[in-house]
């Protein structure tokens, strides 16, 4: 049922509507892309669609469908809970938050089935969720349980208050550490791709070197300062370098059958959204990368560095 009122003032039609009806903004969105708001009787599908006053406003609700989910038959490490923030270290495998295309159990699906409090700014598929980590991609990934704290957590990701290294095994070394800073956008050709593109959102990832094989394979951290999609393994692209397993953007190997993308999200700092502590957690390898590295790598010297993974960036 289509219900309407009379605008008594001029705006963005999203600032008006969350004001008159009292919800969120991210609620008002998600009506106006789903094409459930009028105005003068005409779809709006823009949330800064200006009004005037005197404009009528058309709107409705449908009835939320009920969501079938896959089993959850896993589980997933926590490193640190308090009553404001959650910190995981996610498996690889596992989808951070629903979408239409996801058939399998997500992250936030299991987060949800465990009964632990959520924020709810980020919309009804994405609860607690302040930044994501690929399907393939594994480590350590930080939930808000409250509003306040989603607000504080993202704040941070805006400021660089809050940020990310990552340990990757590439195919080949790099020349030396370095900075790469190019604008990253849809790949025109594969819809699945990201690329450097012009006209694209800007990014930049600092990588060091950490150690490498007698065959080639080395062994990388990188410093994320933007959190585009892909973007680790788009900015790698860009040198001519991929990362293990990631067959995507170009990884091919005839040494090892590699299972999927070795890309793992080692350690992240923040300030907690409550007491302003700064924090840092740390997420173990998995087996995979374990078993890699103890085969083919000096597993003392490279636990060394990575122990020393700051120094890399100061």
């Known amino acids: 049922m289509m219900n309407s009122f009379i605008s008594s003032s001029r705006g963005r039609i999203d600032k008006v509507l969350a004001k008159q009806l009292d919800v969120s903004r991210n609620q ?19 949330t800064s669609f200006k009004i005037e006053e005197g404009d009528s406003i058309g709107y409705m609700f449908v009835e939320a469908q009920k969501k079938v989910v ?84 993202s704040l941070q990701l805006q400021d660089k208050s809050m940020g990310r290294y990552y340990l990757a095994l590439i195919d080949c070394p790099l020349k030396e550490d370095c900075i790469v800073q190019k604008p990253i956008g849809r790949n025109l050709k594969n819809r699945l791709k990201m690329d450097v593109v012009m006209g694209g959102r800007s990014a930049k990832t600092a990588f060091a070197k950490l150690d490498q094989t007698a065959h080639g394979v080395e062994l990388i951290v990188a410093k994320l300062f933007s959190g585009r999609t892909h ?34 999200a080692y350690l992240l700092y923040l300030v907690h959204p409550h007491t302003g502590e700064k924090m840092e957690f740390k997420a173990g390898l998995f087996d995979d990368m374990t078993a890699y590295i103890s085969k083919y790598f000096d597993k003392e010297r490279v636990e060394a560095q990575i122990e020393a993974l700051h120094l890399k960036f100061t």
């Open 28 to 46: 008002v969105e998600k009506l106006i892309r789903d094409g459930l708001v009028l105005v003068n009787d005409k779809k709006i599908l823009k």
């Open 231 to 264: 973007q680790i393994r788009v900015h790698l692209n860009s040198l001519g370098r991929h990362v293990l397993g990631d067959v995507l953007y170009g990884f091919k190997s005839k040494r090892d059958r590699i299972q999927r993308v070795n890309l793992h």
């Open 70 to 153: 896959a089993p959850i038959d896993f589980d997933v490490e926590v490193l640190y809970e308090d009553d404001y923030i959650l910190v995981v270290n996610k498996p690889s495998g596992l989808v951070v938050h629903p979408a239409p295309s996801v058939k399998e159990a997500t992250l936030v699906d299991w987060l949800v089935h465990k009964g632990i409090s959520l924020s709810t700014i980020s919309g009804e598929e994405r609860h607690g969720i302040v930044h994501r980590i690929d399907k393939e991609t594994t480590g350590v990934l930080v939930v808000a349980k409250t509003n306040e704290a989603h607000e504080k957590l």
